[in-house]
């Protein structure tokens, strides 16, 4: 039984599942479900499709380099069955697992790391650009009401008593 | 998400109430031109079984080029699938070939457009309709199979699997 990958999305694709289409050259190609073989259909690169692993991997939105994925290789030689070795591969695929989600999460927290200071600049500058849109140039001189009081600072000038001290 | 793109949607449906009178027959019919890529289109019709009347390529070196199904064997109700048998007639053959022009022969479809599901629940298709040539008892006449072969035949012609280059 092996897992292959879907040739459009690059998702796993269990037993039983997908289509393939077998080209006059042998090539096989596999798809996880109708989506991708429709996607495919219509020619389109899974490179230039956003949803797709490949796009995600070009444009660096995933973590591409990893010693984990070294794990999850294609391995044409069949391994002996060793009990030993099942149990602790069976164990090393939790820990293995959880340092992978681990790392991600680290590459996304890096690369989400200057976005807020960015949309913050984007969104006062479009506010500074288009304000005319939702409010007319003039409006605001015309109307007096509209414009906000200005605030005024008062000074407070804390006069010291000195009040006796009682004894 | 952001007001401008929110200001120039209103701007657009207002506009799109003009345009569509004016400009809708024009832009339908732009459209029916990039719908249609011809290969697209022969790849995307309505496929169907190995049934009387299909036209197959021959996979194999017996000296025919193509031939058109005239009777199904052993299938299903509808039609021959990947492995079933069929009866053709060759159309078009080689020159000093072992088998000529307007021969009845037996074929195995090795090679089907239609998506065939495997015993898994998965499916398979192929490019083409393909069939390779044999006697009644089901030997190939050819010595070479061109192409990939599904494993659909491992029951009842190891032989051609044998001879096949690639098995899917």
């Known amino acids: ?167 | 998400m952001s007001f401008t793109s929110r200001c120039s949607r209103v701007g657009r449906s207002l506009l799109g109430a003009v345009n569509t009178s004016t400009f809708g027959i024009l832009r339908a019919s732009h459209d029916a031109v990039a719908g249609s890529n011809f290969s697209n289109v022969l790849f995307q019709q309505q496929r169907t079984f190995i049934q009387m009347r299909t036209n197959l390529k021959v996979a194999d070196n017996s000296g025919a080029k193509k031939v058109m199904c005239i009777q199904v064997l052993k299938g299903r109700k509808k039609g021959a699938v990947l492995g079933d048998m069929i009866v053709a007639s060759v159309k078009e053959a080689f020159p000093r070939g072992k088998v000529k022009k307007g021969e009845v022969v037996y074929g195995i479809v090795v090679r089907a457009a239609m998506k065939h599901g495997r015993c898994d629940g998965s499916e398979i298709m192929f490019d083409e309709n393909a069939v390779v040539l044999v006697n009644k008892q089901g030997e190939p006449i050819g010595t070479r199979i061109s192409g990939p072969v599904p494993y659909e035949l491992r029951r009842k012609h190891v032989k051609i699997l044998s001879l096949a280059d690639s098995i899917v």
């Open chain 1, 1 to 167: 039984m092996r897992l292959e990958k879907c040739w459009f999305c690059s998702s796993t694709i269990y037993p039983g599942h997908g289509i393939q289409f077998v080209r006059n050259d042998s090539k096989i190609f596999r798809f996880c479900r109708s989506k991708c073989h429709k996607n495919y259909k219509m020619k389109r690169n899974p490179r230039k499709v956003k949803w797709t692993k490949a796009y995600r991997r070009l444009h660096g939105k995933d973590m591409t380099q990893d010693a984990t994925f070294e794990f999850e290789r294609k391995r044409n030689r069949p391994e002996r069955y060793d009990r030993n070795v099942t149990e602790n591969t069976l164990k090393a695929i939790k820990t293995i697992t959880k340092v992978r989600a681990d790392r991600s999460d680290a590459h996304h927290k890096k690369r989400m790391s200057g976005k807020k200071s960015i949309a913050l600049k984007e969104s006062l500058k479009e506010l500074d650009q288009s304000i005319h849109l939702i409010r007319a140039p003039g409006a605001v001189e015309l109307d007096p009401s509209k414009i906000a009081p200005k605030k005024i600072k008062v000074t407070i000038q804390q006069t010291q008593e000195t009040a006796p001290m009682e004894e």
